[in-house]
């Protein structure tokens, strides 16, 4: 599979700050508890923030207190690509924006939140955009 966006690293470094490329092109994380969307309960979309593609709706965004935003869902099921991770010594699952294929974050299951679908989608509020509700 292929991303329907595909740009170069350059052109990538151009359309996003440092911390942006860090976090979506590099697969970093932002430090818990500081992202912008942690605790927002704004109604909206929420958008990659490389490409503009909607991937979770506030609707499924829930309080997980883990210092990350998490959706128990994507707002379709083609909205994110997941791929297995290796990194930090243990086996994860990645979650990426099906369009561009930025890294936003990681998918947990089996965690016992009450939520329709019992995962936790953690993801950095830097990958993401919000477009409020009625804007």
């Known amino acids: 599979m292929t ?11 151009k359309k996003l ?3 942006e490329f860090a976090v979506l092109r590099q697969g970093g994380t932002e430090r ?8 927002t309960k ?23 207190h883990c210092g990350w935003p998490s959706f128990f869902d994507p ?13 930090m010594g243990m086996k994860r ?8 294929y930025s890294h936003l974050g990681h998918v947990f299951a089996g965690e016992g ?6 995962k936790r989608y953690c993801i950095n509020s830097i990958a993401l955009r919000l477009v409020p ?3």
């Open 3 to 13: 991303p329907k966006l595909e740009l170069s690293d350059d052109e990538w470094r």
């Open 17 to 19: 700050t440092p911390e």
């Open 32 to 39: 818990p508890f500081t992202g912008e969307y942690t605790d």
């Open 42 to 64: 704004t109604a909206g979309v929420y958008q990659c923030r490389a490409c503009g593609a909607e991937l979770f709706r506030s609707t499924e965004k829930f309080e997980s």
């Open 75 to 87: 707002s379709s099921s083609g909205a994110v690509f997941l791929r297995t991770d290796w990194s």
């Open 93 to 100: 699952t990645e979650v990426l924006c099906a369009n561009c």
């Open 113 to 118: 939140y009450p939520t329709p679908t019992d």
């Open 133 to 135: 509700d009625g804007t």
